[in-house]
């Protein structure tokens, strides 16, 4: 099942055959996989970028394409569990993206646009995080301001949400078109990046760790596992710390402008939408209306959430719409919601668990671990997949 994301071709790669000898070795060409080619094709390491199946076949080819600064949690709800200064400092590093990706759209159209995002919030617990959230936001000097109801465009006004908060700095972009220029700068750069070419077992040696799929045997010095929430079905130590999660999402047809065109982000995150530049709406969500249901790596279309999604893509247009494409994706939680990155063991290194909100926060990972790995320099330490320890040892 593809995504409207997928009629995008994200470049043109070989199959793995044989043996092949590199210093770094990337599993998995998500988001992650492709900003760790990017960073590191200019490392004058030998790096090979592998995927099970093409770059873009995860959940970063199967988002909603928006592009918000911060992990999943609003700044007030992070700062209860990671204490102000730490959350403040993740979301430094993640509105660092926004540089980064305007650099790359400076020289490849992926449909960047800088439009600011809305999150609305329907309900009394939420009201309270979006307003304390603007606070919070106003101290650290990130800019934010509270939008009334009677402040939103008629269309959301009419879905009833109570209270929301405007980030003038988000935006949205085209997902796979991202990841090709990302991979495009990395094989200009010498990353060899393959497709077709699943990892199947690995076992470190004093040299580094031997890497086998069906056909080929990498030897790498380093390893970085950026398999998101594929890793436990190929890595069992740590599939109790990677649960994975079924999202579904639609696209309708090209249509007239509605009265909002930048990302919403509503319902305690669950809901999102926006329309994109070619009069197309982008609408996921519902999961929580399944969430015992929606759990696994199967792509399978939930019958239910899609009709909803089409009749708020419908509320949101005023008019009945047609969809186009309906695709499912699945993305990793992890126990304490908080991702897992740095150094796991040996040679190996980890970057996955983004807890449903991986746009800003994979190149911000991807960044951390090149740096980790090339220097020593210490990840964002909420997020130290040391806390995990040094399974399966
Ligand atoms: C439905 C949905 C909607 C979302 N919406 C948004 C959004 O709008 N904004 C946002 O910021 N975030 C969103 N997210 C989250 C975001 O998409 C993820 O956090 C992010 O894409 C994770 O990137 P990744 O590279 O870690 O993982 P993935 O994109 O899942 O990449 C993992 C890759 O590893 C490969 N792989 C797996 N096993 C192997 C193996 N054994 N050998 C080799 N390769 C392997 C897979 O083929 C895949 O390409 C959404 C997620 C979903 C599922």
Redesign the pocket.
């Known amino acids: 099942m593809e995504s409207f994301w997928h009629h995008q071709s994200p470049g043109n790669f070989e199959v793995l055959r044989g043996p092949l000898i590199v210093d770094v070795l990337v599993?998995?060409?998500?988001?992650?996989?492709?900003w760790l080619a990017y960073w590191l094709r200019d490392s004058g390491l030998r790096v090979a970028v592998?995927?099970?199946?093409?770059?873009?076949?995860?959940?970063?080819?199967?988002?909603?394409?928006?592009?918000?600064q911060g992990p999943a949690q609003l700044l007030s709800e992070l700062s209860q569990v990671l204490g102000l200064d730490n959350a403040r400092d993740i979301f430094r590093w993640t509105r660092r993206t926004f540089d980064w990706v305007q650099r790359l759209a400076d020289q490849y159209d992926f449909d960047y646009r800088v439009t600011g995002s809305l999150y609305v919030g329907g309900d009394s617990t939420e009201r309270d995080s979006v307003e304390k959230t603007v606070d919070l936001m106003k101290e650290v000097s990130i800019p934010a301001r509270v939008v009334p109801r009677v402040e939103q465009p008629l269309s959301i006004q009419r879905l009833g949400y109570d209270l929301g908060a405007w980030f003038p700095d988000d935006g949205m972009m085209h997902?796979v078109k991202l990841m090709r220029a990302l991979l495009a700068e990395a094989q200009a750069g010498g990353v060899r990046v393959y497709h077709k070419?699943?990892?199947?077992s690995m076992e470190e040696d004093p040299h580094g760790a031997r890497v086998v799929?069906s056909g080929f045997a990498i030897n790498a010095e380093r390893v970085v596992i950026?398999?998101?929430?594929?890793?436990g079905?190929?890595l069992a130590p740590l599939k109790p710390f990677i649960q994975p999660v079924?999202?579904?999402?639609l696209a309708t047809e090209p249509l007239p402008a509605i009265d909002h065109v930048y990302?919403v982000y509503a319902d305690h995150g669950f809901n999102?939408w926006h329309q994109r530049p070619d009069g197309r709406l982008i609408v996921?969500g519902f999961r929580h209306l399944a969430l015992d249901e929606e759990v696994g790596t199967d792509l399978v279309l939930h019958q239910p959430i899609q009709a909803r999604l089409h009749q708020l893509a419908a509320d949101l247009a005023g008019r009945p719409v047609t969809v186009t494409d309906r695709w499912?994706?699945?993305?990793?939680m992890t126990p304490d919601h908080r991702p897992l990155w740095g150094h796991w063991r040996g040679p190996i290194w980890i970057?996955?668990g983004?807890n449903?909100?991986?746009?800003?926060?994979?190149p911000v990972a991807a960044r951390m671990v090149r740096d980790n790995l090339i220097d020593g320099t210490p990840v964002f330490a909420p997020y130290d997949v040391a806390r995990i320890g040094k399974t399966g040892e």
Do not use: F
């Open positions: 599993i998995g060409a998500g988001y992650t996989g492709c592998i995927d099970g199946q093409t770059p873009g076949y995860g959940a970063s080819g199967r988002n909603g394409g928006l592009l918000l997902p070419s699943r990892a199947l799929g950026a398999t998101n929430a594929y890793t079905e190929w079924r999202g579904q999402v990302p999102y996921g499912a994706g699945t993305m990793a970057a996955v983004y449903g909100h991986g746009g800003t926060v994979a």
